[in-house]
């Protein structure tokens, strides 16, 4: 049973082309995490959202977290080669509850 | 600051056979856990110790596989008798405590580079 719906899947793009990646549960999250990792390595925080309606930038990565904390998006403007790997979101349901993680969206930018 | 070292980087074995792999967490870090990552798809938890005892081990599979963290330090996850299916990335973390993590803190895991493990 997947608990967290990532969407797309897999998603293949041209260098300078903005992308969202979507995140979505039927229960709400305590909190939610977004990861990056690339291949051959273990997933690295990106950033960790709490509040409902919260937003936050990480220079083009911008990660909102909806209203009912059910749900949550990254979006990434102007991609670059470098953004190229698989995001993973992953919630706990209490502050202290395991971390699950989405199956992952993969990203691919070209050049 | 040195991360979370796990070994080996790759092992390949047949099925039926027996494998073990070592992880060594961020130092002071009070928790660790074991996910598994098939392919194609996201970290699924095996395990989470707080210091030496078990949190959560609630989708590991007991049949075969067991994992032990005796002096609150490094972790071991041991299979056997491994199957074709358990052919799979094993991932270690490891964070402040998650009591530590509510606390204001990010919670974040820190991941090893993990063991890469074919079964045959």
């Known amino acids: 049973t997947q608990l967290l719906e990532q969407s797309p899947q897999f998603l293949s793009i041209q260098e300078g082309e903005n992308l969202t990646v979507y995140c979505n549960s039927s229960?709400?999250?305590?909190?939610l995490q977004w990861y990056r990792q690339e291949p051959g390595e273990g997933p690295v925080l990106l950033v960790t959202?709490?509040?409902?309606?919260e937003v936050k930038k990480l220079k083009r990565l911008t990660f909102q977290f909806g209203d009912a904390r059910k749900d949550s998006s990254l979006h990434i403007t102007a991609a670059q080669t470098g953004d190229t790997g698989l995001y993973l979101c992953a919630r706990r349901r209490t502050s202290y509850g395991k971390l699950t993680f989405g199956q992952g969206t993969i990203l691919t930018v070209h050049p | 600051e040195a991360g979370v070292a796990q070994s080996p980087r790759y092992k390949i074995i047949e099925k039926r056979q027996s494998v073990a792999f070592w992880c060594n967490p961020i130092s002071g870090h009070a928790t660790l856990y074991w996910y598994q990552q098939i392919l194609g798809q996201g970290p699924k938890l095996l395990i989470q110790f707080q210091n030496n005892g078990v949190v959560d081990d609630s989708q590991l599979p007991k049949d075969r596989f067991s994992a032990e963290r005796l002096k609150g330090v490094d972790s071991t996850l041991k299979i056997q008798p491994a199957k074709l299916e358990d052919s799979a990335v094993y991932l270690c973390a490891s964070s402040l405590s998650v009591l530590q993590g509510a606390r204001g803190g990010t919670g974040e895991l820190f991941f090893g580079e993990g063991s890469r493990l074919t079964v045959l």
């Open positions: 229960s709400v999250f305590s909190s």
């Open positions: 959202v709490v509040t409902g309606g």
